[in-house]
Nanobody, 121 residues
Framework: QVQLVESGGGLVQAGGSLRLSCAAS????????MGWYRQAPGKQRELVAS???????NYADSVKGRFTISRDPAKNAVHVQMNSLKPEDTDVYYC???????????????WGQGTQVTVSS
């Protein structure tokens, strides 16, 4: 299992920047995939960015070139630097950890509590 604690959300004007952080209760290298998702009311949760334990990174098309995901092994943390923010980036952002569960040969997802990001126009 893993517990996740997020920080860094807030209110920013369009064009501004925010940095979200997610601290895990175990080594991030023991977690298969860590990522950030976002969800607006009434909509499905969607992937923003993810990073595998081997360092492979994936971004949603809508954030490529603006968001950067990174790891901080010393703090068991994953960050996402969000630049050139747009009003449409307004959402609740959730940290995710995906672990492979060998007995069931399947993945288990763990989620943080969510942090609000609001971008004003």
């Amino acid at each position: 299992q893993v517990q996740l604690v997020e920080s860094g959300g807030g209110l920013v004007q369009a064009g501004g920047s925010l940095r979200l952080s997610c601290a895990a209760s175990r080594s991030i290298f023991s977690i298969n995939i860590m990522g950030w998702y976002r969800q607006a009311p009434g909509k499905q949760r969607e992937l923003v960015a993810s990073i595998n334990s081997d360092g492979r990174i994936n971004y949603a098309d809508s954030v490529k070139g603006r968001f950067t995901i990174s790891r901080d092994p010393a703090k068991n943390a994953v960050h996402v630097q969000m630049n050139s923010l747009k009003p449409e980036d307004t959402d609740v952002y959730y940290c995710n950890a995906r672990l492979f569960v060998r007995p069931t040969m399947s993945y288990a997802d763990y989620w943080g509590q969510g942090t609000q990001v609001t971008v004003s126009s």
